[in-house]
């Protein structure tokens, strides 16, 4: 094999192994509160379609050709992210709980402000009833 070629596998595989990782947390956050059965099909299918993407990424880099090095850095690419991944989730988690509460605030001033324009116009109906009463026909009060 090419040593370009060769190169790009480890690469790739690397890459993977981040992707992984990150997929399977996102995979166990998803199925965490599942019945068992269908965590063991999930999880199943989950690992299925990946196993099928790594195929056909390797297949189109090298012919698919799989040595063990190429398992190894995609090892390596787990190990090394899987602390990382769990990190920047816990960051999006936190972020997002952020944006509601923004989210939250932001539509409670709308009400208010919406409320307060809604009793103003109020008021100027009232007003205008009471000063147009007497000049206006009884079907337009």
Same mark, same amino acid.
């Given at each position: 094999?090419?040593?370009?070629?060769?190169?790009?596998s480890f690469l790739?595989?690397?890459?993977?192994?981040?992707?992984?990782?990150?997929?399977?947390?996102?995979?166990?956050?998803?199925?965490?509160?599942?019945?068992?059965?269908?965590?063991? *099909?999930?999880? /199943?299918? %989950? +690992? &299925?379609?990946?196993? !099928?993407?790594?195929?056909?990424? $390797?297949? =189109?880099?090298?012919g698919g050709i799989?040595? *063990?090095?190429? /398992?190894? %850095? +995609? &090892?390596?690419?787990? !190990?090394?992210?899987?602390?990382? $991944?769990? =990190?920047?989730?816990?960051?999006?988690?936190?972020?997002?709980?952020?944006?509601?509460?923004?989210?939250?605030?932001?539509?409670?001033?709308?009400?208010?402000?919406?409320?307060?324009?809604?009793?103003?116009?109020?008021?100027?109906?009232?007003?205008?009833?009471?000063?147009?009463?007497?000049?206006?026909?009884?079907?337009?009060?």
């Open positions: 094999m090419q040593n370009e070629i060769q190169l790009l790739v595989s690397f890459i993977f192994g981040v992707l992984f990782a990150f997929l399977n947390e996102l995979n166990n956050k998803f199925i965490f509160k599942q019945k068992p059965h269908f965590k063991v *099909i999930i999880t /199943f299918l %989950f +690992i &299925l379609n990946l196993s !099928l993407l790594y195929l056909m990424l $390797i297949y =189109n880099i090298n799989i040595h *063990i090095y190429f /398992f190894i %850095f +995609i &090892l390596l690419g787990y !190990l090394i992210s899987f602390r990382k $991944i769990k =990190n920047v989730l816990k960051y999006v988690k936190h972020l997002s709980k952020k944006l509601k509460r923004v989210k939250k605030d932001s539509t409670t001033w709308y009400n208010v402000e919406k409320n307060r324009r809604w009793e103003m116009w109020r008021r100027f109906q009232r007003k205008l009833k009471e000063e147009c009463s007497s000049h206006l026909p009884f079907w337009l009060l």
